[in-house]
């Protein structure tokens, strides 16, 4: 017999407890990377948590587990909430995705959600935002903004997320000045103070004056604010206590309307298994107020910019496009399709540098 | 007045007695914690340390769970202590661990689909010899250089690290992973999957291993020549140079050892908890370990206690903040006070407490 077997065999003893626990009250997990308190990503899932438990009340209860390592004990806090009678359970970083689908198929009245991977079942769900859609406004503001044309990224791992992200910043910083050049760090986490600061006081120091982060602390924010005459954008989360410097501006991922309805769909019994993938004009992706900062024309600009790619009349991937080993990605008026932006793995034109591998 | 007389030699029975007190010192400071944080602590110190045992619920699947969690930390550890007994000092077996699993998991990808039996053992052997070889890094600078083997063995987590990051979204990425970073799942391949040897107990063949070691580790120390040279070592270095010890190769023994070992447990968890080579696969348990081999007193069997000891504070801890929703930085604060108590009581062993005036010197 193996492992499988004896928990499922676990699993369908402690089903029937779970089941009827499941009647009076639905129970909504999540699993967290960072703590909650990070002001970033997982700040932002446990907002979308609270707004469940704000618009149902009794009827539902949370419980979430932060600081979760992505990998071996990924697993066993799933099984362990799984057990403890959850019925949907939202895993928020990519990391869970092997550990989400593993637990999955051993719980099969249990919904799983899996942010930001690629692997789906009966009974999990995937689902992410556009965030490059944010990154077209933030790399156009950048672009408009830099003094000395050089732009810091702090990377977090290099999946395709992160690269949508820094090739979208790239093209559209590089249509409005031609001279931008990008500066990109992998810090190989998505939350370490520490290491966030380090990567941008090293950005700063080689003569960045706008830092981009896909890392979800402050610190370097508060880096930037201690240099002076630093840019940066809000990540994840507003970060609005940092404006209206450095910080100019933000993406917010808001996951609220997400997390209610998939909640509801689970309480009316209607909920299956799909993917989804919103932006700006769903309202997943948010713009944090531009700042006084910024010039008027360039917040015109950028937020005209927002208004076509919520309209659905612009596409920050639109030819024509190169790839970094100048071959042609797309042609005049192209849009990127779906299926090459959720796998991208290149850089496009004019981005110095290799994606580590 | 309060006094502290130093003992002639360490005192036995509070070498024994420190673990438990530093234990009971620790549940009742993390009770006022959990008190303070507006938690019953009555039932998140039961929660942590009984519940992963009995709870209806949750035991049958959380008691298994101690053996996978503690394998690992046993296995490491029981190499450590052979090095710290002799005052050699492995810090980075987090670095060898990782590299024993990049090691035996490239061993077992580079012969991918093939169903061969003989594909898991090849794996076992060059997990150990991974971790082995990172070792051999610091022994043999040390040995030829003089170099400190505590900030080499450290710094070379931090390479291990780069590699493994490196190998993730390179060398031994998924081929069929749609360029995302991470290896194959060796879990889900049968030539290379680490299953369980009993199945419903948590028995994998890492955890066999990591009782084995604690076996050998034992003989070694109170049967074998080489043991004795370890303890005489650390206790009197003069001693054993007149006892013909040749430290140079007490040193490559000990660390290598200790990296073999560190390798092996990193090979087991690829192919079995963990499942793929991944850019965040070290999880820590190379520099838990340390804390395992003092808990345990570098005593074999202490080590075995302390590594089930630990690997319930970490299931407990999840399980607490599952029920109480007490935050993950508290669990930690838990298991941080559990090595700051031990290392306090130490004091007892190794001193005596008088009641008294202070003579005056």
């Known amino acids: 017999m193996k492992f499988t077997s004896i928990l499922t065999g676990a699993a369908l003893a402690l089903g029937l407890a779970g089941a009827a626990m499941a009647q009076d009250k639905t129970k909504v997990g999540f699993v967290y990377v960072g703590p909650v308190g990070d002001g970033g990503w997982t700040y932002e899932h446990n907002q979308g948590r609270l707004a469940v438990e704000k618009e149902f009340g009794d009827a539902v209860e949370t419980v979430f587990q932060e600081n979760v390592p992505e990998g071996a004990d990924a697993e066993r806090v799933l099984t362990q909430m799984a057990l403890s009678g959850a019925d949907l359970i939202f895993t928020t970083s990519f990391g869970y995705m092997d550990p989400t689908v593993n637990v999955a198929a051993k719980f099969p009245n249990v919904k799983f ?20 859609e944010g990154r077209a406004i933030q790399g156009h503001i950048a672009g408009k903004m830099t003094k000395s044309n050089v732009i810091g990224y702090i990377a977090s791992f290099p999946i395709p997320e992160v690269i949508r992200g820094i090739n979208s910043a790239y093209i559209h910083a590089k249509k409005v000045n031609p001279d931008v050049e990008f500066k990109i760090i992998w810090a190989y986490t998505w939350f370490d103070p520490a290491k966030e600061a380090d990567a941008a006081k090293a950005l700063i120091e080689q003569g960045a004056d706008v830092i981009l982060q896909h890392t979800d602390s402050t610190a370097p924010q508060a880096a930037a604010e201690q240099a002076g005459n630093v840019i940066t954008f809000g990540q994840a989360s507003d970060m609005g206590e940092y404006a209206p410097m450095p910080r100019v501006s933000s993406i917010i991922d808001n996951w609220a309307p997400y997390y209610l309805a998939r909640t509801k769909a689970v309480m009316d019994g209607t909920w299956t298994s799909v993917d989804t993938w919103d932006g700006i004009g769903a309202g997943m992706v948010g713009i944090g107020e531009i700042s006084d900062a910024v010039p008027a024309d360039v917040k015109a600009e950028a937020l005209a910019m927002k208004d076509a790619i919520a309209a659905g009349t612009y596409h920050p991937f639109t030819g024509p496009l190169k790839k970094q080993d100048g071959s042609d990605w797309l042609a005049e008026g192209e849009v990127a399709d779906d299926g090459t932006l959720a796998g991208m793995g290149f850089y496009v034109e004019g981005i110095v540098g290799d994606i580590p591998q | 007045m309060l006094r502290l007389e130093k003992r002639p030699t360490p005192s036995r029975f509070w070498a024994a007695m420190t673990p ?12 006022i914690l959990f008190a303070i944080l507006g938690k019953n602590p009555f039932e998140a110190i039961r929660i942590i340390f009984w519940d992963p045992l009995f709870h209806e619920q949750f035991a049958a699947y959380s008691r298994p769970q101690l053996l996978v969690k503690a394998g690992p930390l046993i296995l490491i550890a029981i190499g450590l202590s052979l090095g710290f007994r002799a005052g050699i000092w492995n810090i980075g077996a987090e670095g060898q661990y990782i590299m024993g699993a990049i090691c035996g998991a490239g061993a077992g990808l580079a012969l991918y689909p093939s169903e061969s039996f003989l594909i898991f053992p090849l794996m076992i052997l060059a997990g150990a010899l991974g971790g082995w070889a990172w070792a051999m890094i610091p022994a043999i600078l040390k040995t030829r250089f003089g170099t400190n083997e505590i900030l080499v063995s450290l710094m070379l987590v931090y390479v291990a690290e780069n590699i493994l990051a490196s190998v993730s979204s390179g060398l031994l990425r998924n081929p069929e992973g749609r360029g995302f970073p991470g290896s194959r799942n060796l879990q889900q391949w049968d030539a290379s999957a680490n299953t369980e040897i009993i199945a419903g107990t948590g028995m994998h063949w890492g955890v066999a291993a990591g009782f084995i070691a604690v076996i050998f580790a034992y003989v070694l120390l109170n049967k074998h020549i080489l043991g004795f040279q370890i303890r005489l070592t650390g206790e009197s270095p003069r001693a054993a140079r007149f006892a013909g010890v040749n430290p140079t190769r007490l040193i490559l023994i000990c660390l290598g050892l200790s990296g073999a070992l560190a390798g092996l447990a990193g090979m087991f968890e690829v192919t079995g908890p963990a499942g793929q080579i991944s850019i965040d696969f070290g999880s820590g348990y190379g520099f838990t370990a340390i804390i395992v081999a003092f808990l345990g007193r570098l005593h074999p069997v202490g080590i075995l206690l302390a590594g089930l000891l630990m690997a319930l504070t970490y299931i407990g801890g999840e399980l607490a903040q599952l029920m109480l929703g007490l935050p993950s930085a508290a669990i930690q604060l838990f298991q941080g ?4 108590f031990l290392l306090a009581m130490d004091v007892l062993s190794n001193f005596r407490i008088r009641f008294g005036k202070t003579e005056v010197a």
Do not use: P, Q, W
Request: aromatic share 14%; net charge positive; no cysteine.
């Open chain 2, 20 to 31: 438990v007190l530093a234990v009971l010192a620790t549940m009742i400071a993390g009770g």
């Open chain 1, 113 to 132: 959600e899996h942010a930001t991977g690629y692997k789906r079942a009966d009974n999990v769900s995937t689902y992410s935002a556009r965030f490059y």
């Open chain 2, 337 to 340: 006070m559990l090595l700051f």
